[in-house]
């Protein structure tokens, strides 16, 4: 069983940064692929980046491609997501979730944190 707790949302400007950071308990923490999601209001949970178990492969949506960054520190079973040069369509709450299978997509996930929201203004 793992829990996950996001923190570190909050409100913006456009073109400022804020840092994601997602607390999981549980041993089995480095065992899992870790992602990032995120809901606007009125719309599915989109794919916004993802981080294998051992942290060496990456993947972001190329919405946000060159602004955030996934990454992950296993001694202290935590993973970031570091977003700059934030716009207002960036606007969401977002979830980190894990899974042995995650990758792209919600459902390849076994568990979510319980969301966190940005709001960037323009």
């Known amino acids: 069983q793992v829990q996950l707790v996001g923190s570190g949302g909050g409100l913006v400007q456009a073109g400022g940064s804020l840092r994601l950071s997602c607390a999981a308990s549980?041993?089995?923490?480095?065992?899992?692929?870790m992602g990032w999601f995120r809901q606007a209001p009125g719309k599915e949970h989109e794919f916004v980046a993802a981080?294998?178990?051992?942290?060496?492969?990456?993947d972001h949506a190329d919405s946000v491609k060159g602004r955030f960054t996934i990454s992950r520190d296993s001694a202290r079973n935590t993973v970031y997501l570091q977003m700059n040069s934030l716009k207002p369509e960036d606007t969401a709450v977002y979830y980190c979730?894990?899974?042995?299978?995650?990758?792209?997509?919600?459902?390849?996930?076994?568990?979510w944190g319980q969301g966190t929201q940005v709001t960037v203004s323009s």
């Open positions: 979730a894990a899974g042995f299978r995650g990758w792209h997509h919600w459902g390849e996930y076994d568990y």
């Open positions: 549980g041993r089995t923490f480095r065992s899992y692929a």
């Open positions: 981080i294998n178990w051992s942290g060496d492969m990456t």
